[in-house]
Structure formats: structure tokens, C-alpha cells
């Protein structure tokens, strides 16, 4: 009985808060759900048997199930890299806030048991279901504060920030494995050793409360200033619509009244009979291609696909549109313009890299009921990312890039969804938004 | 059904095959599709005993001429559909040489190369892709294309299949199993197979068809229901024409 109660406290340090290290994370696992959670019992079990065989030696001391213990720790830590496809500051920084959590339940269930009874179960018994009661009453809190402000702030994809936050909560991590006891679960916790514990646990929370506030806050800053840089944009290429339409009114009326003149020199031509002279007078006066001024009936998007046609076609790029987007759209403009901006942004950059006779970017718009359907394609190098990565060349291949994060929001925001896909040398990000 | 496609431009090329491949999905066939970048090369391997029901050739290619090539492989008995691309319409009468069934005239759209299919029609009808079953105790067949869903009701399924109802005792999975591996089907819970061909809207609960009915999805599958459509109509929306 003792034995199975000691394999059950050992047990508590992992399970229940594997599952927390894990959650932020779901979507980023190298393997399926399945054998994630197949792997993590295996490692653990393996673990804990050498335990209980170490525990069963001669040989054994606190001291050694303590390191043993610890150990434990590194193992963890290795499962998690070796699972989660996220950056290694972010797991340690997860990791470095569950361990005080973990610290604080179990001095709390070692403080309580010194007021039961002595002898009702083994020591390491009261301190398992005590551990458990615990548990079952924090992980509800825990799971709210990660569902609500955890896994939010981890979409910040600006590693930097990570790779400077993590030693918080690790450091609490560390300073609270330097007081750990061996014989916890033998002798129970003191007052002071447990206030201790809060007081870690308080430190670490209210620090990483405070540091999830000004994550959102310096995001939501980049967001807006992005979000105003591309209004600024939008109106600019409005009045580039307004100019090059005045141009075209004037070049039309031009034209009209050339057209007359050359009806008149035509007519002279053939009351004289001379067909040979006619042919090559209108041989002369053969059209030459515009492009056309309207994409799509929306103002804005039509502003936009005109200004980066007109880009695109400057450095040599061959530019498919067929967008029919309505003129109105239950979908803000400045949200259309910072997704459509960064899309053909990305797609113009991308071409910069393939060579010129290579060079495409296809879009295709249409809507369907109350969604707006857009395909953005461009001519890539293969080397871009082909998940939703947020990932831009405009930096550098390791550094995520703020445009496709914007693009995501607004797809969230509008009830959205986007995919990106690389095929070859053909880089196409496809989404939906629905209108408000 | 196979085609040939024989165009010394990739882009045209690539284009022809989206055109074929919007054409196989909407009308539940199977194409399987080979490409040439010369007259000579599909002539080195499809000059003696081509099986292809269609062969889309561009007129004007460097080496050995389209029409030659058509010329010499109608010479070795190749009776398949000759389709022309080509950007002008001096070699219509040649074309009545070879007993060409189209002539499509670059750039052309989606109609063109509809109306050029259907020209080949005979080529093709026979191919298309359709589901058996034993209705009223009569082995019946009915073209994919044409059903809009089959739902499964107590003892088998009912067939929407354009103005009529058709009844079966084959369970759903009999159906299932009769699709290819890329269909325009789509499963909606163990009750329905829909034809998104006649998609008409959806919501964040139902699907409406063209013919104005409506199929719930349910709870549990919504998310990859709402996906699946969402992929469906970036697909259409991809697709040239």
C-alpha cells in the first residue's frame, strides 16, 4: 500500500501539469495527439519505475530520490522540446510558471497533513490525496488564467521578447528547487516554509500578470500603428486613382478631338480614291493597349490591386487580377486594405527573389453570399514557409514578419479562416472573410 | 478517358489542365492527362497506337508542324477527338483534314472550352463516372454529376437526383465507396452525402442546396464541414476560366 501511494506522489509532479505545459501548445506538436500522450506516459513510466527500483535498494537515500526527482525535471523539460515545434524560450517560459504552481500544492498538502490524524494512512497516502484535492480546486483557476491569458499572449510570434522573459519565471523556478526538502512528504511544512511557497507562487504570477499586460499592450501598439500606416496608404492610392482618372478624362477628350482630325485627313484621302494611302495612314493610327483602370467595383481594394499592379508590372512581374468585389462590403476598409496590402506586399517581395521570366502574381476575389473569398498566388523560390508561420523575407528567414499576423487577426476578427500552401515554386495564401 | 495536350507553352500547358481538371470534377469523370512540349515528342511516343479520346494541339510550335503531326498520326489510324489552340484562324480549313471536332482560339475562357468538349462529346459521355444500385428491385445507374445528395433514411437511402426522388436499400457506405479519391461529394455527419456542385449558400449550421433544401450539420463536425466548404470554393475560385 505504502509503495502504491509512493508511485502516486511521484506521478503528481508530472501529470496534471503536463497537461497545462502542453496546452498552449496544441496546435504546434510534431506528433499526433495520440502518440504525444503515448510517448509523454512511456518516458514517465520508465521514470518512475527506476524510482520505485532505486527506492527498493539498500543503497537508496532521501538525497538520491531527491536528485532522482529532480532529474525528473530535466526530463520533462526534454519531452517538451522534443514534442512542441515552438521556440525553446516559450516552453521554458510555461515551464518556469507551473513549477511554483506545482511547488506551492504540494507544500499545501504538506502543510495540512500535519493537522490530521497520525497513522490514518502512510505518510506519502495523506500527502498523495491531499495533493490530489488540491489540484482538482487550483487546475480549474489555472486553466482559466491559461485559456484567457496565456494562450492569447502566445500567438506574440516576436521571439526577442521570449527570449528575454523567460528567465522570470525560471528563475522563481530555480530559487524555490534551491529550498526544496527531501522528506517533504515525512515531515510536513512549516508555516514560514509554506508562506515562502505563496510567496514565490505570488511572485511568479503577479510578475508574468504584469508582463502578459504589456505583451498585449506593445502588440496591440504595433497592430494599431500598422493598422494606421495602411489607412495612410489607402488614401494615398485613392487620390493615385483620382489623379490617373482625371489623366485618362483628359487624355480621352485628347483623343476625340484627334479622331476628328484624322476622319477629315482619311476622308480627303479616299474622295481622291488613294486606298494605298488610307491603309497606311490607318495602319499609323493603331491602338495602343491600356491597361484598364477598374480591377473591381470596391473603391478601395481597386485602388490597392491598381497600385501594386502598376508596381508589379514596373518590375517586370506578370499580374493576373479577377476580383469582383462589390462596391459595398459589410467589411472595413482599412481591414481589406491591410490584408490585400500585405498579401500582394508579400507576393511582390517574393517575385524579387525568382527571376524575371519567372515572375506572377495572381488574385483572384469573389464573394459568396456574406463571405469575401480572396487568392493571393506569387512565383516564390521555394524557400518561403509553407505553414502559418508568419514568417517574411522583408526581415530575415528566422524572424516572423508582423503582415501575415495581421492578416490573421482580421481573419479572426470577420469569423474568417486562411490557409497557406507552397507548392513547388507557387506560394498562394487563400482565405475567407465573413461580413460583419 | 485520356487526353493529350501537345503546347510548346508551359503557361498554356498549365492552363489546359486546370481547364480539364474543373471539367473531371464537374462532371464526375476520371481524366488522366499527358503533356507534350513539341509535336516531335508526342509524335516519338504516340505516332503508332495512340488510345487517347482527346488530343489538344497548338498550331504553331517550332519543329515538326501541328498539322503535320495530326496529319500523320490520323495517317496510322489514330481516331481520337482533334481539338486546335492557336491565336488565329487561317488553318480552319486544314483542320477539316484531320476531322477536327474544335478549334479553340487563345485566349479563350471556360465557355469556349466547354463549348469545345461538347463537340467532343461522344468521346467522353461514356465515361462518366456513375452510381449503381438496385432500386424497386431494377439495377439502375445515375450519373454523379447529376445527384444532388443521398440521404439515408431507416432501411437504405433516398437519392436527390435533379427532379426526382430515387429509393434504395444500399446503405450510405455503398455509395461512399463508388467515389473517387477526389470528388466535388462531401459527407455532412453519417446521413448525407452532398454534391457541392449544387451548392447554392451555407451557414454556420446548414448547407442549402440550388433546389432550396437544407442540410444540418452537426455539432461535432462543423468546424471541418465549414473548412471543407471553404476549400471547396477556393478551389472553384482558383480554378481559370
Known amino acids: 500500500m505504502e509503495r502504491l501511494f509512493l508511485f502516486l506522489t511521484i506521478a503528481l509532479d508530472a501529470y496534471p501539469w503536463l497537461f497545462l505545459q502542453y496546452l498552449p501548445f496544441r496546435g504546434q506538436l510534431r506528433l499526433s495527439y495520440g502518440k504525444t500522450i503515448l510517448s509523454c506516459v512511456a518516458a514517465l513510466l520508465l521514470w518512475q519505475l527506476g524510482f520505485v527500483w532505486i527506492a527498493r535498494q539498500s543503497w537508496c537515500t532521501l538525497n538520491l530520490m531527491l536528485v532522482w526527482r529532480v532529474f525528473q525535471l530535466v526530463l520533462l523539460g526534454l519531452l517538451t522540446w522534443l514534442h512542441i515545434r515552438s521556440p525553446f524560450a516559450k516552453n521554458a517560459f510555461v515551464f518556469g510558471l507551473l513549477f511554483p504552481c506545482q511547488m506551492l500544492v504540494l507544500s499545501l498538502a504538506c502543510f495540512l497533513m500535519r493537522f490530521l490524524p497520525a497513522g490514518l494512512l502512510p505518510p506519502y497516502g495523506v500527502v498523495s490525496l491531499l495533493r490530489l484535492a488540491l489540484s482538482a480546486l487550483l487546475l480549474p483557476c489555472l486553466l482559466r488564467l491559461w485559456r484567457q491569458v496565456l494562450i492569447p499572449v502566445m500567438d506574440v510570434q516576436e521571439d526577442g521578447v521570449w527570449r528575454s522573459v523567460w528567465p522570470i519565471p525560471t528563475a522563481f523556478t530555480l530559487v524555490g528547487l534551491c529550498y526544496t526538502g527531501n522528506d517533504f512528504e515525512l515531515r510536513g511544512v512549516g508555516l514560514a516554509e509554506l508562506l515562502g511557497r505563496v510567496a514565490i507562487f505570488a511572485g511568479v504570477l503577479l510578475s508574468c500578470l504584469t508582463l502578459f499586460r504589456m505583451l498585449r499592450q506593445a502588440e496591440a501598439r504595433i497592430r494599431a500603428s500598422e493598422e494606421a500606416e495602411k489607412s495612410r496608404l489607402l488614401l494615398k492610392l485613392q487620390a493615385e486613382q483620382y489623379q490617373a482618372l482625371t489623366r485618362h478624362i483628359e487624355s480621352a477628350r485628347r483623343a476625340r478631338h484627334d479622331l476628328r482630325q484624322h476622319l477629315t485627313v482619311i476622308s480627303a484621302m479616299a474622295a481622291q480614291g488613294d486606298c494605298e494611302a488610307v491603309q497606311s495612314y490607318a495602319a499609323r493610327l493603331s491602338p495602343t493597349e491600356a491597361a484598364p483602370l477598374t480591377l473591381c467595383e470596391h473603391p478601395a481594394c481597386n485602388a490597392l490591386l491598381s497600385h501594386y499592379q502598376a508596381l508589379a508590372q514596373g518590375e517586370g512581374v506578370a499580374v493576373e487580377v479577377r476580383a469582383s468585389i462589390p462596391r459595398e462590403l459589410r467589411i472595413e476598409e482599412s481591414d481589406l486594405a491591410v490584408v490585400l496590402g500585405n498579401l500582394l506586399e508579400n507576393a511582390l517581395e517574393a517575385n524579387r527573389y525568382v527571376p524575371r521570366e519567372r515572375r506572377r502574381i495572381s488574385v483572384r476575389a469573389r464573394t459568396q453570399g456574406d463571405r469575401l473569398f480572396l487568392i493571393v498566388s506569387n512565383s516564390c523560390d521555394g524557400r518561403e514557409r509553407s505553414e502559418k508561420g508568419k514568417r517574411s523575407r522583408k526581415r530575415a528567414y528566422h524572424e516572423p514578419g508582423v503582415g501575415l499576423s495581421s492578416v490573421e487577426a482580421i481573419v479572426k476578427r470577420y469569423h474568417g479562416d486562411w490557409k497557406i500552401e507552397q507548392q513547388d515554386e507557387r506560394f498562394t495564401v487563400s482565405l475567407m472573410l465573413k461580413e460583419n | ?241
Not at chain 2, 489552340?85 to 480552319?92: A, F, K, N, P
Open chain 2, 1 to 241: 478517358m485520356q487526353v493529350i495536350l501537345c503546347d510548346d507553352c508551359a503557361d498554356e500547358r498549365e492552363r489546359l489542365t486546370d481547364f480539364l481538371r474543373r471539367f473531371e470534377r464537374e462532371n464526375a469523370l476520371e481524366i488522366d492527362i499527358k503533356a507534350y512540349g513539341s509535336a516531335d515528342a508526342l509524335l516519338q511516343r504516340e505516332r503508332v497506337g495512340c488510345v487517347a479520346d482527346i488530343l489538344f494541339m497548338d498550331i504553331y510550335m517550332s519543329g515538326t508542324s501541328c498539322m503535320d503531326a495530326a496529319k500523320a498520326m490520323y495517317a496510322q489510324g489514330y481516331r481520337g477527338s482533334f481539338v486546335f489552340c492557336t491565336t488565329s484562324r487561317e488553318h480552319g480549313v486544314e483542320s477539316y483534314a484531320v476531322e477536327a471536332d474544335g478549334y479553340l482560339l487563345k485566349p479563350y475562357a471556360w465557355e469556349d472550352f466547354e463549348r469545345a468538349m461538347a463537340r467532343c462529346r461522344p468521346r467522353w459521355e461514356r465515361k462518366l463516372r456513375a452510381f449503381s444500385f438496385v432500386s424497386e428491385r431494377i439495377h439502375t445507374t445515375v450519373l454523379q454529376r447529376d445527384v444532388r445528395s443521398i440521404e439515408t433514411k431507416r432501411r437504405g437511402c433516398l437519392l436527390h437526383v435533379r427532379e426526382r426522388v430515387l429509393e434504395t436499400r444500399e446503405p450510405l457506405s455503398h455509395f461512399v465507396a463508388q467515389l473517387p479519391a477526389e470528388s466535388s461529394f462531401l459527407s455532412v455527419g453519417q446521413s448525407y452525402l452532398v454534391n457541392l456542385t449544387y451548392l447554392e449558400a451555407w451557414d454556420d449550421e446548414t448547407i442549402r442546396l440550388t433546389d432550396g433544401s437544407r442540410i444540418f450539420m452537426p455539432v461535432r463536425e462543423q468546424t471541418r464541414l465549414r473548412r471543407a466548404l471553404n476549400e471547396y470554393q477556393w478551389l472553384r475560385l482558383g480554378e481559370r476560366g
